[in-house]
């Protein structure tokens, strides 16, 4: 990927978007300290999918770009993962 995700950007705008979705900040953030897999965006080549699991065991699907600073990742939307997403993490 040449570029981890170290953190996340966040604002009003896309935690109000993900909450639309069901989905919490707080749970973005808490699949960075649990298992992930970071896969291109066949849809958006310049963002990425991160899949990852919540501390409740919650495994999210999350769209993210690249932000100015190395590491760092500006979520843009995110929703539950369909089991084969699901289970293409537990293979990883």
Request: glycine share 6%.
């Amino acid at each position: 990927m040449g570029r981890g995700v170290d953190a996340f950007e966040w604002d009003d705008i896309n935690i109000e978007h993900l909450a639309n979705h069901g989905v919490t900040d707080v749970e973005v953030d808490q699949m960075l300290s649990n298992r992930n897999i970071v896969m291109p965006n066949r849809k958006y080549p310049d963002r990425k999918l991160l899949i990852g699991k919540t501390n409740a065991g919650r495994v999210l699907i999350v769209s993210i770009e690249p932000t100015r600073m190395e590491g760092t990742w500006r979520p843009i939307t995110a929703r539950e993962a369909e089991p084969e997403e699901s289970k293409r993490l537990e293979r990883a």
